[in-house]
């Protein structure tokens, strides 16, 4: 099954290991993957040994690494010790990237709070954010900042309030609405206010959950394969082509054929989580094949 060249997957939603990738991306046609856990080690552990590795066989398989996916900012911006571990992990993020010839690197937006706090932290919010721009000063690399559930942008309407204050182009959106189900209080809709980002996505996450009536201390949602959950990913893919839309997707599974608790899908690293992927992935392409609009 040959997809777009567009389309490819996160690593450890198939496999830490490389020999595993390389016949799953030959039975799928993909031209490469976007880097995340690998070898057991989480993005930020990766050792240069394990970047060398994985640059000789991208290069041996010509494939394309299609974005790192770091952690940066995924912590409390009142932590100022974390902040400051967060700008050296993304300087070293910023050389992985060049080493392996790949123009994006995925951040986050610190963790969220109410709804009021996290109006008033925008400001903040965006400086921090822009002190990465400086770090990436003389880089062709993009910065990516995904809508996540844990963090102050959560959806692409809080996405729009935060784009538009960083430069074009380094700064875009990676777009995941499926992480929109796991917000409280998110529209009903997850890919509401999609309009107003669409013009500045770099990146787009494919994955599927639908909402249920969360238990306390539990998510609001669980994991799915991808078009048998509530983000109505047919319906979605038609409007992103109609948007004009011209960036690359990555499938992000998350859902497994043998069950992996919810939160645990929420921390990607190591064996344990991937554990499963190549059954689960297998199935969300097929599933994805069939929700493609028409060229």
């Not at 690593?11 to 390389?22: A, R």
């Amino acid at each position: 099954m040959k997809f777009p060249d567009r389309f490819t997957v996160i690593s450890d939603e198939v496999s830490q290991d490389l020999p595993d990738l390389i016949r799953f991306a030959k039975e799928f046609g993909l031209p490469g993957y976007e880097l995340r856990s690998m070898f057991g080690r989480a993005f930020k552990d990766l050792t240069p040994a394990d970047i060398k590795e994985i640059a000789k066989v991208a290069r041996g398989e010509g494939w394309r690494i299609f974005g790192c996916s770091s952690p940066v900012f995924k912590c409390d911006i009142d932590d100022a010790a974390a902040v400051r571990a967060h700008h050296e992990e993304f300087r070293r993020s910023l050389g992985v990237a060049q080493e392996l010839g790949c123009d994006l690197v995925r951040v986050f937006t610190f963790l969220r709070r109410s709804a009021a706090d996290n109006a008033a932290l925008t400001p903040r919010v965006v400086e921090q954010l822009l002190k990465l721009d400086a770090i990436a000063a003389g880089t062709k690399v993009r910065i990516g900042v995904e809508n996540e559930h844990s963090c102050i942008l959560g959806s692409a309407l809080e996405g729009a309030e935060i784009i538009n204050r960083l430069p074009a182009p380094r700064f875009g959106i990676v777009w995941d609405p499926c992480n929109v189900l796991y917000v409280p209080g998110a529209p009903q809709d997850p890919t509401a206010g999609f309009n107003a980002i669409s013009g500045r996505i770099h990146h787009i996450h494919v994955k599927d959950a639908r909402r249920v009536a969360p238990k306390p201390g539990a998510l609001q949602a669980v994991a799915t394969p991808v078009g048998l959950g509530d983000v109505g990913w047919k319906a979605h893919l038609a409007q992103i082509q109609r948007s004009g839309y011209a960036g690359n997707f990555s499938l992000e599974t998350h859902w497994r054929v043998v069950q992996i608790d919810e939160k645990d899908l929420h921390l990607p690293a190591g064996y344990g989580f991937s554990r499963g992927g190549i059954e689960a992935s297998r199935v969300c392409l097929h599933n994805l094949r069939e929700l493609l609009p028409a060229a």
